[in-house]
C-alpha cells in the first residue's frame, strides 16, 4: 500500500503522480473495519505467566514517575526516574520464571543434580564474589594493592 491506513486521504505528491494512494487507502480501511466487525476489538493476553499484578503495578508506577518528570524537570524528580525500580521487579520475575523452567526441564530429564543446582541458586540469590584477604597481623585487606597473586 501508499500510506498507512487511515491516516492521509488526499493525493500526495511525493507518492507520485500515477499513484492509487486514495483507492489503497480505502481497501485498507474497508479490510480493518470489516475485521472489527466480524471479529470485533479484542485485547491481546499477555501469555508469560511471569508477568503478574507486582510487575503491573511497577511499571504504572514507573510510568507515573516518568509523566511527572516530563510536565516538570526538577532535580527530585530527574533522581526519582532515574531509579529503575519496575525493570528491576520484572528482569527478577523473568529470571526466576526461566530458572523455574530450567529445573523442571531437568528433573524431566533424569538430571535431579542439575536441577537442585537451579533450586540452590533461586534460594541463595546472587551473591557477588569478593576480593577480601587477610594479612599476617590478621586485618583484613581489600584493596587490590595489598593483595599479592602467587
Known amino acids: 500500500m501508499n500510506a498507512k491506513i487511515g491516516k ?13 494512494h486514495k483507492e489503497t487507502n480505502e481497501n485498507g480501511e474497508s479490510a480493518t473495519k470489516a475485521a472489527r466487525e466480524v471479529v470485533g476489538i479484542v485485547k491481546k493476553k499477555n501469555q ?7 510487575c503491573e503495578k511497577a511499571i504504572k508506577q514507573g510510568n507515573e514517575v516518568h509523566k511527572s518528570y516530563i510536565t516538570r ?20 520475575r523473568k529470571f ?7 529445573m523442571e526441564k531437568e528433573f524431566n530429564g533424569n538430571n535431579a543434580k542439575n536441577a537442585h543446582r537451579f533450586g540452590k541458586r533461586l534460594r ?11 594479612d599476617a597481623t ?13
Do not use: M
Open 96 to 102: 526466576e520464571y526461566q530458572q523455574l523452567l530450567n
Open 48 to 54: 508469560d505467566s511471569w508477568f503478574d499484578n507486582k
Open 138 to 150: 590478621g586485618e583484613i585487606i581489600s584493596d587490590k594493592k595489598g593483595l599479592k597473586t602467587t
Open 124 to 134: 541463595r540469590g546472587y551473591k557477588p564474589h569478593t576480593a577480601l584477604c587477610g
Open 73 to 92: 524537570q526538577t532535580r527530585e524528580r530527574e533522581e526519582n526516574f532515574k531509579v529503575p525500580r519496575s525493570d528491576k521487579i520484572c528482569r527478577r
Open 8 to 20: 492521509k486521504d488526499e493525493y500526495v505528491e511525493t507518492i507520485g503522480r500515477h499513484s492509487a
